[in-house]
């Protein structure tokens, strides 16, 4: 299938390379450049919701909607300069340990957990997350197939195949690189060291238009490059080469720049805590952190520190430990105003508490002042239907969700749609949302057979056997056009 030739090819512009050059006056492509004869715009976009679908139904990802909801808004704060763009954008983050990340055609970009882990701060996470967005801006893979046409394509797709294998598979990736060398790669691979440079330059200034610190970038590639020397070859050196002259190049350019710049944000570090406590020793962090309400007033730098050790609490199942403590933090918070941000995260923590320990009633009351607050906001609506459901208030869910999902098109939320409704004996609108979430993972034969059972069990008239029919066509055509991009 060619989607698969399309992603190897594209991945490979990460590849790790010996005696990396540095590239000059590279300029980035027009519309109307050569590369859009082998793929045009429209269809980047239309491979880009096939892999979107791909990597839904196939990645570990994580479903955290305070973390998705957070790399998605970090995203769209890089894409600010960018808001005419053809391109739709996704950030997705991967569950997995290795420091990675990897771009694909039509702006889907996935960032690796350990790579949240890894950064300080905001700004080196945007980095990395700019660089990025820069390979897809710069339209890498249409011009890489381009100039793939140009060498023995047999030759690039053997290295290449692995290549994604090697995202989460360290031993694959050299093995692969030693055997599959040859002189008319070897030209390619020429050509992908001026992508990694052109990423990079453009990448600063995405930055800059953000406002967030350009210098960020080298100062993460020289913590990885100390890291590297130290403890053997790290996933994200493998499949983003670096050299003195790469960092001292990106430290150059940063230096142009003068500005305020932001460099760290409270919803980075409470987004790195949640994302850290999944892989953490939380009965060890427990045993070993001191807590002790008090201290945060005269030292407010602890108040992350004591975020983490309420979700390693809860982890632990010592819900009325973790509840007091998320308490003592709103009672802290409550005073400020100017850390809503801080409040959110604790009062979302609280409400996960309450339900984890089926204190549905408690959960609710945070939740429902929050969406009042926030009606839209993604990980409030997540939690709250949970909560909802939990309360045997189904028909709330729906009516509460699907307004939402028409635009937003969110698996998660048309999931719970389906749950509420097979709890109301629904079964025909159960199945419906079933297929509009298989649909949306890439699960195209299983989305239809969902339709058709919603279609049996209709009792509504003809309209939404319409509905559903038309749901269908829409497969039918993905599925055409999933053959012959």
Request: charged letters at 20%; aromatic letters at 8%; proline letters at 2%.
């Amino acid at each position: 299938m060619k989607v698969i030739i399309y992603i190897a090819i594209f991945s490979i512009i990460s590849i790790n390379l010996n005696g990396y050059s540095m590239a000059s006056n590279i300029a980035v492509p027009r519309i109307g450049d050569t590369s859009s004869r082998f793929m045009s715009i429209s269809q980047e976009n239309k491979l880009g919701e096939i892999i979107y679908s791909q990597i839904l139904g196939s990645f570990d990802l994580i479903s955290d909607p305070l973390i998705t909801g957070y790399i998605q808004m970090l995203g769209n704060r890089l894409l600010v300069s960018d808001y005419n763009s053809s391109i739709k954008y996704r950030f997705l983050v991967a569950n997995h340990p290795s420091i990675n990340a990897f771009a694909t055609p039509g702006g889907v970009i996935v960032i690796n957990s350990g790579l949240i882990q890894k950064t300080k701060t905001e700004a080196e996470l945007a980095s990395v997350m700019a660089h990025e967005i820069a390979h897809v801006k710069a339209r890498h893979l249409s011009r890489m197939h381009e100039e793939s046409s140009k060498v023995n394509i047999t030759t690039a797709l053997s290295v290449l195949a692995t290549v994604i294998a090697g995202t989460y598979s360290t031993g694959a990736l050299g093995k692969t690189l030693v055997t599959t060398q040859s002189v008319k790669a070897s030209k390619l691979t020429n050509f992908i060291r001026e992508h990694e440079v052109e990423a990079d330059r453009l990448a600063i200034n995405i930055l800059v238009n953000a406002n967030i610190n350009p210098n960020a970038m080298s100062e993460f590639f020289k913590t990885l490059q100390k890291e590297n020397n130290d403890s053997g070859a790290l996933e994200f050196l493998r499949t983003h080469p670096l050299t003195q002259n790469r960092i001292a190049e990106t430290q150059n350019l940063a230096s142009r720049y003068k500005g305020q710049f932001t460099n760290d944000s409270f919803a980075y570090q409470f987004t790195s805590a949640r994302v850290s406590i999944e892989r953490l020793n939380t009965r060890a962090f427990i045993s070993s952190y001191t807590y002790n309400s008090k201290l945060l007033e005269t030292n407010p730098g602890r108040i992350v520190d004591d975020y983490a050790y309420g979700l390693a609490l809860g982890k632990e199942k010592k819900y009325k430990e973790a509840s007091k403590v998320f308490n003592n933090l709103l009672d802290i918070l409550n005073h400020k105003s100017q850390l809503y941000i801080i409040k959110n995260y604790v009062s979302i923590a609280l409400a996960e508490i309450y339900l984890q320990n089926n204190k549905n009633k408690k959960a609710l009351k945070i939740l429902k002042n929050l969406n009042d607050i926030y009606p839209t906001d993604n990980a409030v609506l997540y939690y709250l239907s949970s909560a909802l459901i939990q309360d045997n208030q189904y028909k709330k869910v729906i009516d509460k969700l699907v307004p939402y999902v028409i635009e937003h098109k969110d698996h998660r939320l048309i999931l719970k749609i389906s749950e509420a409704a097979y709890k109301l004996k629904e079964q025909s609108l159960g199945h419906e949302y079933r297929g509009d979430y298989l649909k949306i993972l890439g699960s195209f034969n299983s989305a239809i057979k969902y339709y058709k059972l919603a279609i049996r069990y209709n009792m509504k008239g003809s309209t939404i056997d319409d509905r559903i029919t038309s749901k269908i066509k829409e497969i039918q055509k993905l599925q055409e056009n999933k053959e012959i991009l």
